[in-house]
């Protein structure tokens, strides 16, 4: 063997070594992190007094800004509320049987990005914290907390983690004009990009928070339901893939309450 051979040998050896540390940190940290991220991840449904359950949770919201907002995605709370028979939007707290839910309010709907910003009441919740998703790259690991299942197993919210495997256009070109909506081909014109993670997400799950998983700051918003139908329209059998919309748009959104 060479010394170039030994030289190259080495260097190799010691990327492993460095992989292998940097990826034992992570999952070390995730534990932490999430113990966290929980208390600030809220159920996102309705409440009606008089039907049975009186709760439906439609998916996942994170507490954002002040810790008297929530963050989750448009389609999850434009339902039709039965106002006559008193039902309310509402964010649900806690675990298991010890859950609460707090009144809500729709406060800025940005339906091109399938998000909205809530108003709750009662007293503060820990709020999340943002982070610059223009630093992303693919590659990266990150996790994602929420209730994939809605309401079927209870309130206890499930995290999930996988890379970035791609940063990629929120419409892809159709194969064909028979493909093409007129909800699709707004989408094409008025295109931004989202992230693609290998890691599977449910209905349940739209509106978890994306976060790193050292810092536990947010750097996407989880879509199972607005996005898929975009990218996946052309899949038969649409596949485990998760999208994720950038933190950035969700930084707009914060911004509007802090005008006068």
Do not use: W
């Amino acid at each position: 063997m060479t010394a170039f051979s030994r030289k190259s040998l080495l260097i190799r050896a010691c990327c492993l070594v460095v992989l292998t540390l940097f990826q034992t940190a992570y999952a070390d940290n995730l534990p932490d992190t999430l113990a966290k991220v929980k208390p600030s991840v809220v159920g996102v449904g309705t409440y009606q007094p008089t039907r049975a359950p009186q709760s439906r949770l439609q998916g996942t919201g994170f507490v954002v800004a002040d810790g008297y907002h929530v963050v989750t995605n448009a389609h999850v709370v434009k339902v039709e509320l039965a106002v006559d028979q008193k039902e309310v939007l509402v964010i649900f707290t806690g675990k298991g049987k010890r859950a609460q839910f707090r009144q809500a309010r729709v406060l800025v709907l940005d339906e091109a990005h399938d998000l909205a910003l809530l108003r709750i009441s009662g007293t503060r919740l820990l709020p999340l914290k943002m982070a610059d998703s223009e630093q992303v790259r693919e590659g990266e690991r990150y996790a994602f907390t929420g209730f994939p299942l809605g309401g079927i197993l209870g309130l206890y919210p499930a995290t999930h983690q996988g890379i970035v495997s791609s940063i990629t256009p929120i419409a892809a070109p159709m194969g064909g004009s028979r493909q093409l909506t007129p909800e699709l081909i707004k989408r094409l014109r008025n295109g931004y990009e989202i992230f693609q993670l290998d890691a599977t997400a449910y209905p349940g799950n739209s509106g978890s928070p994306l976060y790193d998983q050292v810092s536990g700051q947010v750097v996407g918003v989880i879509n199972s339901v607005f996005v898929k139908g975009t990218k996946e329209a052309a899949i038969e059998n649409p596949s485990g893939i998760t999208y994720a919309i950038p933190s950035r748009y969700v930084r707009k959104l914060l911004e509007k309450i802090k005008s006068p």
